[in-house]
């Protein structure tokens, strides 16, 4: 079956560059999206189709898909970026990633 | 505008049958043609999509859990159902219903999402 791995952790300053990876067999030919999970909430959808922003998203956020890895990329990281990261590609089926927990310090 | 909801006892004991349901609403009163996923997620593990139903009636399940789900939708389309047969410990998480976005060689992802529900499974 398909699998997507993710880093388990980064970290990054605040006000600096945060990059989140997801690899995954070919997956630049498959569509990438991401979402991000605060504690004790549900996922929210960040991006889709490797790199669209639903309305409501800030531009912090961008994705990239190339390859056999798929980038989220958050500009200017915030300390409530915090959270857990995760991605997700479909193949036979709805995939996820391994989750990637961000923190900012 | 969409609001979802699930619903449904939080505790089951082994081999029983666990039966969920997601109340959707629509504050702006939109056409209810969407497509709906549920996805859960183990205490501290990442998410795993469990199946999702198309407005077409179409089904699709996780291979590895296809022979205990079963995944329907009253005729109203307000309510989404998630039946998971002979549950095991290893069947404790919290599930979500989504709203999924089904665009085929376009892409999949799921763009709304429910509070989610804790199940747990435990004699």
């Known amino acids: 079956s398909y699998e997507l791995t993710q880093p388990p952790s980064v970290s990054v300053s605040p006000g600096q560059t945060a990059s989140i990876t997801c690899s995954g067999d070919n997956l630049g030919s498959k569509y990438a999206c991401w979402y991000q999970q605060r504690p004790g909430q549900s996922p929210v959808l960040l991006i889709y189709q490797d790199n669209k922003r639903p309305s409501g998203i800030p531009e912090r956020f961008s994705g990239s898909n190339s390859g056999n890895t798929a980038i989220l990329t958050i500009a200017g990281t915030q300390t409530f970026d915090e959270a857990d990261y995760y991605c997700?590609?479909?193949?036979?089926?709805?995939?996820f990633g391994g989750g990637t927990k961000l923190t900012v310090l | 505008q969409l609001q979802l909801q699930e619903s449904g006892p939080g505790l089951l004991k082994p081999s029983e049958t666990l039966s969920l349901t997601c109340s959707v609403s629509?504050?702006?009163?939109?056409?209810?043609?969407?497509?709906w996923a549920w996805i859960r997620q183990p205490p501290g593990k990442t998410l795993e999509w469990i199946g999702s139903i198309y407005n077409t009636g179409r089904l699709d399940y996780k291979a590895s859990l296809k022979s205990r789900v079963t995944i329907s939708i009253d005729t109203s389309k307000t309510q989404v159902s998630l039946k998971l047969r002979s549950v095991t410990a290893s069947d404790t998480a919290v599930y979500y219903c989504?709203?999924?976005?089904?665009?085929?060689?376009?892409?999949?992802?799921?763009?709304?999402w429910g509070q989610g529900t804790l199940v747990t499974v435990s004699s």
């Open positions: 629509d504050v702006s009163g939109g056409p209810m043609n969407h497509d």
């Open positions: 989504a709203r999924h976005q089904n665009y085929g060689e376009l892409g999949d992802w799921f763009d709304l």
């Open positions: 997700q590609a479909w193949d036979n089926g709805g995939v």
